[in-house]
């Protein structure tokens, strides 16, 4: 078996050069105020504190309820389309507040993310269930236009996202946008596994500020 390396692209554009209209200004701004400890369950040592710090800041994404964020809770369909209606919102200058029809926010999500061609019609119809980390990927990666996603990575193989893995485009998109970084050496996605809050806050982040974004080095595996 044959390994190399997968080198990073150039330098990363300026924010300018990458994007137009609203997000051209600075992408989203953060006018929510982090404040230490503000949830009880994230601990400020955490590899994730600071993923949750930057999407509750963004906007995108909020609290558990009594003071926690539930960061190993599941995330799931309904709100993953939560945050990229949000992410959608925000990017073409809204306030990313969702309007509500059904005093149920849920279902406002889902139809306002199919509203908004950020989910196609037919799938997803059981959003209360966890999103799995392919499905999360493709409605985060459908809320931004794009050129939202300008490539950083050259990433044309992954051990575990085949020709025949569910959102396998979507995948890609993001690890050579930088937002994915994959979860060993080898960039081994788990593509099926259930996504938990605390991994949708890092994915999130770096999908509204290409900042966070990440150059991968990865190990490559071919035959």
Known sequence: MKKGFLRALGTVLTLAGLVSGAAAEGWFGRDRSWTPG????VDEGAWYASAVKEAYELGLMNGAGDGTFSPEGVFTL???MAVAGRMYDLYYGGRGVLPSYRDNWEEDAFNYCLDNG??????????????????AAAILAGALPEEAWNAVNS??????V?????NREAIFKLYNAGVLTGCDD???????????????????ARCADPALRRELDLILISN
Request: aromatic fraction near 10%; proline fraction near 4%; glycine fraction near 8%.
């Open 186 to 204: 080898f960039g081994s996605f788990r593509p099926d596994d259930v996504i938990t809050r605390m991994e949708a806050a890092a994915i999130a």
């Open 162 to 166: 085949g020709d025949a893995t569910d």
């Open 118 to 135: 950020i989910i196609r019609s037919g799938l997803y119809e059981d959003y209360t269930r966890g999103a799995t980390r392919a499905e």
């Open 78 to 80: 309904s709100q993953a």
């Open 155 to 160: 990433v044309t193989e992954l051990p575990d």
């Open 38 to 41: 503000m949830f009880a369950d």
